[in-house]
């Protein structure tokens, strides 16, 4: 019913930045938190930032100040830009959210696919 399109990953040396995207599409009435999380080889998934439907955010203390998550809510849309990036931030990062439906208004959570972001030089 729901999915989660995910784009903007790719390998990018030391200290650059990418911008990821990630579309909500689907039966939506609303949506609320969104989020990124990401996970490396061999280790638990993690969160990276959360925004809710209100604008607020939250970021993990190892990329506060270098990420930034936004969202535009007229496109069901959250964004990660991310500077100054470090190669242990390589990781498979997945979008996710929490998304009301039409009608019985229940709301569920949802994962991207997931898309690869390698930090190396």
């Known amino acids: 019913q729901v999915q989660l399109v995910e784009s903007g990953g790719g390998l990018v040396q030391p200290g650059g930045s990418l911008r990821l995207s990630c579309a909500a599409f689907?039966?939506?009435?609303?949506?609320?938190?969104m989020g990124w999380y990401r996970q490396a080889p061999g280790k638990q998934r993690e969160l990276v930032a959360l925004?809710?439907?209100?604008?607020?955010?939250n970021y993990a203390h190892s990329n506060k100040g270098r990420f930034t998550i936004s969202r535009d809510n007229a496109k069901n849309t959250v964004y990660l830009q991310m500077n100054s990036l470090k190669p242990e931030d390589t990781a498979v990062y997945y979008c996710?959210?929490?998304?009301?439906?039409?009608?019985?208004?229940?709301?569920?959570?949802?994962w991207g696919q997931g898309t690869q972001v390698t930090v190396s030089s």
């Open positions: 996710n959210a929490d998304v009301i439906s039409p009608g019985d208004y229940v709301q569920l959570n949802y």
């Open positions: 689907g039966s939506i009435f609303s949506v609320n938190a």
């Open positions: 925004i809710d439907s209100g604008g607020n955010t």
